[in-house]
């Protein structure tokens, strides 16, 4: 056989092989490029799901157990690879990752997610949210169809609002259950105005610091203390560097489930459709067991006996509300009539 013969014949040979192997489409940048490190179906698809949380967390738990539904329901077309704890984009990156398409899922919370969108940060108000009946009517309803048509500009569909609980204070310089014990201290905050202007409003100092970067703060002292769920303060062990803890039920942290807009454009309606059943029922899911988690979890903080719990009592409450009401008449301007209306309406509902 001449030599030029041979090379053709294994050209042929290996054209002839990648093709009984099957190519299907991964995605940079929103656009779909061919990943031949991968092999099934010729339309399979690899959605990457970046988050910065533990995986015993409520978003942690709710990520892998939206992959395991996702691969069922489509029959394994449609992959999705969980990344927690920050390790593929960190609370300020990941939502550029998202818009330019390097990820396809992201779940920020509300706060994160405000740093684009400032209208998010109206979830962030002090006591906007009455009762887990409250918080799931706003993420049903007229709130959040509201908040999820403003992604559509920016590259982003809404999927879901996934639960994490309601927010308690945290501190090493002493007990917090008059708004005057915030004077002078300094509270990590997430980056949002609305919760700057909340400790503020208290004479506190805010400093904005990635999650995964608080406990080593905590413990060096840089900051006094902070605001955050009790699943993010038992699974990320801030209870152990945090002397006392005021169960105030002050905040909600909940979570904005995101899919980059183009890669869902790109989708076949029924996967779709499979995609959207898991995340509802994920939802569901999740939505009721954070509920149960946070209240196993602080047992768990009770009986290790590293931080002294303080209930507010309903008086001490009030307190609270009543220093932080100005935040809600300033808001209106900021974030426009129709969102303030419907979360005014949403508080008159559960006040009682």
């Known amino acids: 056989m001449k030599p030029w013969l041979g090379t053709l014949l294994f050209i042929a040979v290996g054209l002839l092989a990648a093709g009984l192997v099957g190519f299907y489409p991964a995605f940079t940048n929103g656009k779909a490029v061919l990943d031949d490190e991968q092999d099934g179906f010729d339309d399979r698809y690899v959605i990457k799901f970046s988050h910065v949380v533990a995986e015993n967390t409520p978003k942690g738990l709710a990520a892998q157990r939206f992959a395991d539904l996702v691969e069922e329901k489509t029959g394994n077309r449609v992959k999705v690879e969980v990344y927690p704890n920050g390790i593929l984009y960190s609370e300020p990156n990941e939502k550029q990752a998202l818009k330019r398409g390097e990820v396809q899922m992201i779940a920020p919370s509300f706060s994160n997610l405000s740093v684009m969108l400032p209208e998010w940060a109206v979830m962030d108000l002090p006591y906007v949210f009455l ?123 909940g979570y904005a489930v995101l899919m980059n807009k183009p890669f869902w454009d790109r989708l076949p309606s029924e996967l779709q459709i499979a995609i959207e059943q898991a995340m509802k029922e ?71």
Do not use: C
Request: aromatic share 14%; net charge negative.
């Open 131 to 253: 009762s887990d009946d409250a918080v799931q009517e706003a993420f049903k309803g007229e709130v959040g169809q509201i908040l999820f048509e403003r992604l559509e500009k920016n590259n982003m569909k809404g999927l879901a609002f996934w639960s994490n609980g309601f927010k308690q204070m945290t501190s090493n310089r002493g007990p917090l259950t008059d708004p005057s014990d915030f004077a002078g201290q300094r509270f990590r905050i997430l980056p949002s105005r609305i919760i700057e202007d909340q400790f503020n409003a208290l004479g506190a100092y805010t400093a904005s610091i990635p999650f995964n970067e608080v406990y080593r703060e905590f413990e060096a002292g840089t900051v006094d203390g902070g605001e955050n769920t009790i699943s993010n303060i038992y699974s990320k062990k801030f209870y152990k560097v945090q002397k006392y803890m005021t169960i105030s039920n002050h905040g909600y942290l």
């Open 282 to 352: 994920t939802t569901d899911w999740i939505n009721r067991y954070a509920v149960q988690m946070d209240k196993r979890y602080l047992e768990q903080i009770q009986q290790d006996g590293y931080t002294q719990i303080h209930v507010l009592s309903d008086n001490e409450r009030a307190e609270w509300m009543l220093q932080w009401e100005p935040l809600y008449r300033q808001s209106e301007r900021f974030f426009g009539q129709e969102l303030m209306e419907a979360i005014r309406n949403l508080q008159r509902k559960y006040e009682s």
